[in-house]
């Protein structure tokens, strides 16, 4: 069966730029869509945005103007870039799959999630 | 964006016991796409139902999904003891994805 795994610093300064990775293993990254969300105690759970496996994104609004999502079908991995992270960005990040296609937008399977802190 | 309201915030229940959760969306889900998820301590979210009402692979059929407009019910005929765990909807009918803030199932 599929797995998903995050990777990536842990540990990030204000201002510099969170970069993760979700390698997907057990099945490929073709004719699926690939989700960034995070989960935070003040925020829940925010969906950051997909990217197809034709490589067209999809970003959340309140996120849209640092984020970048990326993928490496020759790696099996997709990618997560966010820009100018402040302490309101420390989270879990967590990567998942999803069907291709409008109306195929739930989560599953999802990465076991990765704990990032923004601090100097 | 569609704001989802989960209630009760917390649900103190014994084992053996139904649990009725409630999602309610600030607007129209097109199409009933309405995901219902399952979260333990240290874990990822677990996919339980979507559609509204279909069971996702592997998930015991207590657990079951309705829907009454913009209101959304998540359903556990009878609590097992591993079903204590906190659970989120989320829709995906609109841009951006939301979810709910979570209704905790916790033992009594």
């Known amino acids: 069966q599929v797995q998903l795994q995050e990777s990536g610093p842990r540990l990030v300064k204000p201002s510099e730029t969170l970069s993760l990775t979700c390698t997907v293993s057990?099945?490929?990254?073709?004719?699926?869509?690939w989700s960034w969300i995070r989960q935070s105690p003040g925020k829940g759970l925010e969906w950051i945005g997909y990217i197809t496996h034709s490589g067209n994104t999809n970003y959340n609004p309140t996120l849209r103007s640092r984020v970048t999502i990326s993928v490496d079908m020759s790696k099996n991995h997709f990618s997560l870039s966010l820009s100018s992270v402040t302490a309101a960005d420390t989270a879990i990040y967590y990567c998942?799959?999803?069907?291709?296609?409008?109306?195929?937008?739930?989560?599953?399977?999802w990465g076991q999630g990765t704990l990032v802190t923004v601090s100097s | 964006e569609i704001v989802l309201t989960q209630s009760p915030g917390t649900l103190s229940l014994s084992p053996g016991e139904r649990a009725t959760l409630s999602c309610r969306a600030s607007q129209s889900v097109t199409s009933s796409y309405l995901a219902w998820y399952q979260q333990k301590p240290a874990q990822a979210p677990r996919l339980l139902i979507y559609g509204a009402s279909s069971r996702a692979t592997g998930i015991p059929d207590r657990f079951s999904g309705s829907e009454s407009g913009t209101d959304f019910t998540l359903t556990i005929s009878r609590l097992e003891p591993e079903d204590f765990a906190v659970y989120y909807c989320?829709?995906?009918?609109?841009?951006?994805?939301?979810f709910g803030q979570g209704t905790k199932v916790e033992i009594k």
């Open positions: 998942a799959r999803s069907n291709s296609g409008y109306g195929q937008g739930w989560f599953d399977p």
């Open positions: 057990g099945g490929s990254i073709n004719g699926y869509w």
């Open positions: 989320q829709q995906y009918g609109s841009s951006p994805r939301t």
